[in-house]
């Protein structure tokens, strides 16, 4: 999440003009977010993302993946994106994987909470589902801003009517040896850890595609 990326991951079925996507048969899902939605580290097609579009095939839900991750991103950048990313792509559903930089660069938790609560917001005016995907951080931030940076993401969803995801690296950062899950960098998830993040994912997911 450290590295900074200049270019826009746009994975799976491709972008499309939406031309309402129920309608047509299938959701419009949006993923905003960092280096770990945007396969930092990782071949092409192995991200949770990617592993999400062949979960839906495998399912047969007809639904288009719009990957709009870029590694190194904070909360403002992506509330600084969103606007076009909506118009744009006029999603049923968006995916909010934010945060982690801004806990990694010290940035306040109430900028974060702001930003997450006005992106939140704003999809949902927009007539999309949101679901918020929250981050933890180690034990050695401290245990009272560990506890208040996790506190955040439940907030927000609480409060702009998200679907939460409680921790995306949940049985990935929290077992025994964990830092075999992870890349020399120890921030970024192996390719092994990401079916665990999507199962973290889609039982938040699946019923918003109904």
């Known amino acids: 999440m450290l ?29 905003v977010g960092d280096s770990l939605s945007a396969e930092y580290g990782l071949s092409r097609g192995k991200g ?3 592993l999400l579009e062949q979960r839906l095939a495998q399912d047969k839900i007809a639904a288009t993946v719009v990957n709009a991750s870029i590694s ?7 509330r600084s994106r969103l ?3 909506l118009k744009r792509h006029q999603p049923d ?25 006005h992106m939140a917001r704003t999809a949902r005016g927009l007539g999309a589902r949101v679901v918020m995907v929250g981050m933890q951080m180690p ?15 439940a907030t927000v969803a609480r409060q702009e009517q998200a679907v939460l995801v ?5 049985g990935v950062a929290d077992v025994p040896n964990a830092e075999a899950l992870f890349q020399p960098d120890r ?14 994912v889609w039982p938040a997911l699946k019923p918003l595609l109904r």
């Open 3 to 31: 590295r900074q990326c200049t270019s826009l991951v746009l994975a799976g079925a491709g972008v499309l003009p939406w031309r309402g996507a129920f309608a047509q048969g299938g959701p419009v899902i949006l993923v």
């Open 83 to 85: 606007p076009a990313l």
């Open 93 to 117: 559903v968006v995916i909010l994987e934010l945060g982690g930089n801004d806990a990694l660069r010290g940035l306040p938790l109430s900028m974060t909470r702001d930003n997450l609560a």
């Open 166 to 170: 409680p921790f995306l690296l949940k």
């Open 139 to 153: 034990p050695n931030y401290g245990r009272k801003y560990a506890e208040e940076f996790e506190a955040v993401f």
């Open 72 to 78: 190194g991103d904070t909360t403002s950048g992506g």
């Open 48 to 50: 949770w993302v990617a």
């Open 187 to 200: 921030i970024h998830p192996r390719e092994e850890a990401h079916p665990r993040m999507l199962a973290n």
